[in-house]
């Protein structure tokens, strides 16, 4: 069972990786953000400014846009089997469903960091370059773990599942809506899931790294109880309440695929 | 590895693929023919263990393939070649190769990259086996797929409609191919392709309408337009009645063989049936127009 969770993993994580979509929306949505920063951004930070403050709002601000991408290219993983023509033959081989998903989430969740951290280590190179701390190169990899990576984890599986039930298309339509909607929308003026532990743009994260409130972290507004004030712990939280919701649909893959499959 | 199938069932919604099939196939190649729609692919699906049936029995080297443990015991030594498979473009044949061996179960690294090795040089296709597969023409596919089915040495060979596309050259490649890889294990082929059974298998099944209409030795088929094919050479229209199986243009007029219960015309001479004529045949009997 290990073996084949592994060789799935791998091989969704090489033919994941190879797929040049997953380059081009990475590296066109950073350079976007890196270059139409506004004045807050962590590109005017000041001299002096901690190594952790500076990674912590890059992170943030990938945050805001690399996971549209992400989403976008991870829609089809699961879906592709059936349209290519594999399900029927992976269907018949023994091994069972829930190796196939869980390697394939892990091995395109995988494949899908990278290009994601290699924008904030060179990022953390840029910064390097003009602040001179090394410490950058730590907290751009620490950043993207606790920023980063959890909401890359939350949207994979939701890319993933999501498609086998609606469209692809139709999916990322929907997806995009909901991350302007969920992370972006301001809670004064809209009942939102912005500034929630929920937000998996990774607010609570990267207040705690940048030692105060990033974007809406904690902000009164719907569902109070979910916005706590920013800290280790409410960070800690988030980032557990992220996985956990993320295996919600996961567990439902494996009855959808057979489903799929079957009909 | 015998198959034995008892009044085996597969609804559709409202469509009823398999009505019942009875059916026993003993070792070697077998052939199961049919036109499209006849339930071919339904039956080869659950045999693979993709489907479950609907109703009915069916064993696998007496594995019940109605329970999941059943199930999974046949496909740790079956080897299947579905209808129309997809392979990963982004993969090298070796890696796609690797990708399925793992996923048997063939975990010695070395066993199995050998046993890779040894396939790639098999199916012709141990010089591209750094290619990736994006590029793979139609042969190739079916070469790839049918390298990927005999991973692991299976006792059972699941290969469905592997011929169709293909071009007269690659069809033939593949038919001996098959032939070849027969020796100790069972081959279930299924195709609408009556040539493709001709050339490989002495044993066949022919389904119509989710039944099995026929199982015997292949000249049984041939059997069933004995006195009912007809040669009849003619400037005219073809015969009015009974099926025109083939119609040849020479320069003294149509050369036609029709499949018919008494005689199509008045000029036309009885002739020794082959295979497809039997075939029609047996598909006229099954279902009649």
Not at chain 1, 86 to 92: D, E, F, I
Not at chain 2, 85 to 108: H, N, S
Not at chain 2, 223 to 247: I, K, L, M
Request: glycine fraction near 12%.
């Amino acid at each position: 069972m290990r073996s084949r969770f592994a060789a799935v993993c791998r091989y969704e994580f090489r033919m994941q990786v190879r797929k040049r979509s997953l380059w081009v929306s990475t590296v066109g949505l950073a350079v976007l953000i890196a270059v139409a920063q506004g004045d807050r951004g962590p590109r005017h930070l000041p001299a002096g400014t901690s190594a952790a403050e500076v990674m912590g709002s890059w992170a943030l601000l990938f945050s805001m846009l690399l996971p549209i991408g992400f989403g976008m290219v991870l829609a089809d993983r699961l879906v592709r089997d059936h349209r290519i023509g594999a399900a029927s033959l992976l269907a018949s081989l023994p091994t069972r469903p829930g190796a196939l998903v869980a390697g394939k989430y892990a091995g395109s969740v995988a494949a899908t960091a990278v290009p994601g951290l290699l924008v904030l280590l060179v990022t953390a190179a840029g910064e390097f370059a003009h602040r001179g701390d090394l410490t950058l190169f730590g907290w751009a990899v620490a950043a993207f773990a606790v920023v980063l990576l959890p909401g890359l984890a939350f949207v994979a599986a939701f890319a993933l599942v999501c498609p086998l039930v609606v469209s692809a298309p139709l999916f990322r339509v929907l997806f995009a809506g909901y991350w302007f909607w969920g992370n972006m929308l301001g809670p004064a003026y809209l009942p939102s899931l912005t500034g929630t532990l929920l937000t998996p743009i990774g607010d609570y994260p990267a207040s705690w790294l940048m030692g105060e409130k990033a974007l809406y972290a904690g902000d009164s507004g719907w569902l109070s109880f979910l916005r706590p004030e920013p800290g280790g712990g409410a960070a800690l939280l988030s980032v557990v309440l992220l996985a956990v919701l993320a295996s919600l649909p996961l567990a439902f893959a494996g009855p959808l695929i057979a489903r799929r499959t079957s009909s | 590895m015998d198959i034995m199938i008892s009044g085996l069932r597969r609804r559709f919604g409202r469509v009823e693929a398999l009505r019942g099939v009875d059916l026993e196939v003993p070792g070697g190649m077998f052939g199961l023919l049919g036109t499209n729609g006849a339930g071919k692919t339904t039956l080869m699906r659950i045999l693979a263990g993709v489907l479950s049936p609907t109703g009915g029995r069916v064993l696998v080297g007496g594995h019940d393939l109605t329970t999941r443990a059943g199930r999974l015991a046949v496909q740790r030594r079956l080897g299947y070649l579905p209808q129309d498979l997809g392979l990963y473009p982004d993969l090298t044949t070796q890696e796609f190769l690797d990708y399925i061996g793992l996923l048997k179960g063939l975990d010695d690294d070395t066993a199995r990259r050998r046993q890779i090795g040894e396939l790639l040089d098999m199916v012709g296709l141990a010089d591209v086996a750094g290619r990736r597969l994006k590029g793979f023409s139609g042969g190739m596919r079916r070469r790839v797929g049918i390298a990927q089915a005999l991973l692991g040495d299976p006792a059972l060979v699941v290969v469905d409609e592997p011929t169709a596309g293909l071009d007269p050259e690659e069809r033939i490649r593949f038919r001996t191919l098959l032939a070849g890889i027969a020796g100790h294990r069972t081959v279930l082929l299924s195709t609408h392709i009556v040539e493709d059974v001709a050339q490989t298998c002495q044993e066949a099944a022919v389904m119509a309408a989710g039944r099995v209409v026929f199982t015997g030795p292949v000249t049984g088929i041939i059997d069933r337009a004995q006195g009912a094919t007809w040669e009849v050479v003619t400037q005219g229209p073809p015969p009015a009645t009974g099926v025109v199986v083939s119609a040849v243009g020479r320069p003294g007029g149509t050369h036609y063989r029709v499949v018919s219960p008494t005689r199509p015309d008045p000029a036309a001479v009885p002739v020794q049936p082959s295979l497809e004529e039997g075939y029609v045949a047996l598909m006229r009997e099954a279902v009649p127009s």
